[in-house]
Structures are given as C-alpha cells and as structure tokens.
C-alpha cells in the first residue's frame, strides 16, 4: 500500500519568514502533485511534478521533487498571510490511477 | 471553461435514508474520481472510472456504497441506509490521463451531514 506522508501537520508562521513542508511517500513514484486548500473550498492545483529533480516556482513557492529519496519539498520564500492554508501533496501510481494523498499540512502565516 | 460540478452542495439526512450525490466532469475528461475528505482527515479514495473500462471500486467503504458513471460522463455516488460515520466531504475529481501526467481537477464537494 503506497503511504505518504507530510509533515509537519501544522504550521504556524511569521509573515516574511521561510519554511519548508516536507512529503515522503513509501513506493517509487516519479509523479507527485501539490494542491491548496482554502477552508470550505475544495483543491486547486498548485505543481505538477513528473520526473526525478524536476523543480517548479509560482510566487513564493517552489515544489521540488527527488524519486531516489521518495521526498518532495515544498518551500514557502518570505511567506505572507495570503499563503495561509492547507497544503496537500499526492502520489500516483500511473496515469489513470487514483492519488494517494498525505494527510495536508495547515499553513497559518501571521503578521 | 467550465470546471467539474458537483451536486447538492450541502445535503443533510437522517440515518438510514440514502443519498445520491452528482459529479459533473470536465467535458473531455475520461477519467473520473470520488474521493472523501473527512473532519481533519486527507482525502481517502473511494472509486474511479476510466472510459469504458470496468470501475476500481477498491476504495469503497462498504456495500452500502456504489457509483455509476453514464455515457462516460455524468456520475452518481450513492449511499444507502446512511450511518453518522458517512458525514464528510464528498469531492470528485476528473482528469486527461497523458503520458505520464494524470493533473487531477476537483469538484467544490457535497458536504453531507448524517444526523
């Protein structure tokens, strides 16, 4: 059974601070997803990560992606309240297949 | 264009009584997913439908519930004789597998409240 995991679970933040969610997940996977959550709200995808190394940026964050560590990171860059969330990541088995989510990790960022 | 659709949005039942919640996905979009996102839980795989082919119901909780997609397009969850622990968040998700890209878009939810 393919496990991932997130941590930390919770996340409280200075404004202009930086951080870094870490997502381990138990099975070789080289495709893993990042998707925000705003409370009420459902998911919105953030980055698409397909390959070993692959690196994307939008904004304050930047998800990268290692398949040899089965670790991806996402890291928060000087963080404002805007970016208070939930943050989930997800593996998947292939295309088609369903994605295996790590229980998400609520991102406070206060002033 | 327009995202997936979900329907109710809210539903409030008693225990006992089934439910029947709706997913519309992206027109295109082959492949369609229900997941169920529980008070502080991650989001837990119910069932998935890919075109044609046979669903996965690996993820179904009991027999009480099934799912049916028609014409590979509109889906229907249903829950029958509800029970207090079926309260959660139902969300759908619909995707282009391509390659080795399979980007999942998810629906706004039916929150279903079991009393």
């Known amino acids: 059974e393919l496990k991932v995991e997130q941590n930390p679970l919770f996340l409280s933040m200075q404004e202009g601070k930086n951080y870094t969610i870490y997502c381990n997940y138990s099975?070789?996977?080289?495709?893993l997803y990042w998707y925000r959550q705003d409370p009420g709200k459902s998911l919105e995808s953030l980055f698409v990560l397909l390959s070993n190394g692959a690196v994307k940026q939008e904004g304050r964050l930047m998800a990268s992606l290692d398949t040899k560590a089965r670790l991806s990171t996402l890291h928060i860059t000087a963080a404002v309240h805007d970016l208070s969330a939930t943050y989930f990541c997800a593996v998947d088995g292939g295309p088609g297949y369903a994605l295996n989510f790590g229980k998400g990790t609520s991102l406070l960022v206060t002033p | 264009g327009a995202g997936v659709s979900q329907s109710p949005s809210n539903k409030v039942t008693e225990k006992g009584k089934d439910v029947e919640l709706r997913c519309d996905p992206i027109?295109?979009?082959?492949?369609l997913y229900w997941y169920r996102q529980s008070l502080g839980q991650g989001l837990e795989f119910l069932i998935y439908f890919q075109g044609n082919s046979a669903p996965d119901k690996s993820g179904l909780p009991s027999d009480r519930f099934s799912a049916e997609r028609t014409g590979g397009s509109v889906s229907t969850l249903t829950i029958q004789r509800t029970q207090q622990e079926d309260s959660a968040v139902y969300l759908c998700a619909s995707s282009y597998p391509k390659g080795s890209r399979n980007e999942q878009f998810f629906g706004p939810g039916t929150r279903l409240t079991v009393l």
């Open positions: 099975t070789t996977s080289d495709r």
């Open positions: 027109s295109g979009h082959t492949a």
